[in-house]
């Protein structure tokens, strides 16, 4: 059986400590209000924090999801790079759900895809809701994504809020309850950062990530194709048709997924092939020890100037680069979101770890704590 081993990284906020309730003062980094009612008349909020710059993040309690996302330009222009919707009920439409995008979600209890939705974990297996295919992907028919999560303000002065979800035992065919926390903080140096806690009481799996797409020139302004990213991978897991790890590890060298030196997204995305044509492959970080924060990957967007850094303690990371967006969906602003209008880079263990014994292991065991984070830093030139 593989030895989990959890990412050391840890902030107080991620505890909770000293939580209290955001107020609506305009002077308040925190701010609360309605933002809905789910289809089963469960009230959703939702809470923008704002740094110095005038950076801004809002993050609602219904899959604790980043719904819109203000950084400058080069100009010191605002604009919202993240895509989704500006109201709760297209988030819950059945076209919506049918599609499941996962705009700015925490995607949990399994973030990416599990074979077949099975595993073996201690020499029992567990089946897993299947919802891709054959295949399991991100928790099931009703993730984290799905669900609304309960949220506090860890300290008002500061710029962060924390959201806790309790995932029953069985709950999408998971064994263990499952307690989960997730903190966003935005600091004063435009960085958003997103830290996960979990417990559990029985062994279980997890891979906990957010689901955001960017698109650095804004929300609905076209494509990323241009925009040039630098991954810090020099090896990727290849992907049979259904997008499940083959249990390789390759070299990114002399192939189209080397993004070791700035470039643009789309130079190369038709030789990608898929169908639809387009990246969405875990990457293996180039680390330091493992579970210490290093960078993992730089987008730089010629049009506007703006740059994203992404650090992580975490081994891998998967580059997507909205494929699947089709033109059926409107988005913000009445926009329409095409193929490769959003680009997604979330910080994982790789897909389908429980089922490759060479894979970083993912097992969470009673009495041990999941820890990890992810920083999003924004800049512009």
């Not at 609602?60 to 819109?68: I, L, N, S």
């Not at 806690?197 to 906990?208: F, S």
């Not at 988005?331 to 014994?357: A, I, M, W």
Request: proline letters at 6%.
């Amino acid at each position: 059986m593989k030895k989990q081993i959890f990412p050391i990284v840890f902030t107080l906020l991620a505890l909770g400590i000293c939580a209290r309730t955001a107020t609506a003062d305009s002077k308040s980094p925190v701010t609360v209000k309605p933002f809905g009612t789910t289809n089963g008349g469960t009230k959703v909020e939702l809470y923008t924090l704002t740094n110095k710059n005038g950076v801004k993040v809002s993050i609602m309690t219904y899959g604790a999801t980043v719904v819109d996302l203000y950084t400058p330009d080069r100009s010191g222009k605002l604009a919202d790079i993240s895509l989704g919707f500006e109201s709760l009920k297209p988030y819950l439409t059945e076209s919506y759900l049918t599609k499941c995008p996962y705009f700015g979600a925490i995607a949990g209890r399994y973030a990416n895809r599990i074979a077949n939705g099975k595993f073996t974990l201690e020499g029992k297996t567990w089946q897993l809701a299947k919802n891709n295919g054959e295949n399991h992907l991100h928790g099931g028919v009703k993730g984290f994504d799905k669900q609304v999560w309960k949220a506090n303000v860890p300290e008002p002065t500061q710029a962060s809020v924390r959201f806790t979800l309790h995932s029953p035992d069985g709950q999408e065919g998971y064994p263990g309850a499952l307690d989960a926390a997730v903190t966003y903080t935005l600091t004063d140096n435009n960085e958003l950062r997103i830290s996960y806690v979990a417990t559990t009481d029985k062994p279980t799996v997890i891979n906990l990530t957010n689901h955001t797409y960017f698109n650095l020139a804004g929300a609905g302004n076209g494509s990323i194709l241009d925009q040039q990213l630098k991954l810090y991978a020099g090896h990727f897991t290849p992907v049979n048709k259904t997008l499940i790890p083959t249990g390789e590890i390759k070299s990114v060298e002399g192939t189209v997924m080397d993004f070791l030196k700035p470039t643009a997204i789309g130079l190369r995305i038709k030789e990608v092939g898929g169908d639809p044509i387009g990246y969405d492959h875990n990457f293996v970080l180039n680390k330091p020890p493992f579970g210490r924060m290093s960078i993992a990957a730089e987008v730089y967007d010629p049009k506007s100037g703006r740059v994203m850094k992404v650090y992580t303690d975490q081994p891998g990371i998967q580059f997507y680069s909205g494929n699947f967006l089709d033109g059926t969906i409107t988005g913000k602003r009445g926009k329409v979101y095409n193929q490769y209008d959003g680009f997604c880079l979330e910080t994982q263990h790789f897909p389908d770890s429980p089922n490759e014994p060479k894979f970083p292991g993912t097992e969470l065991k009673p009495g041990e704590t999941y820890k990890t984070v992810t920083v999003y830093q924004f800049s512009a030139k």
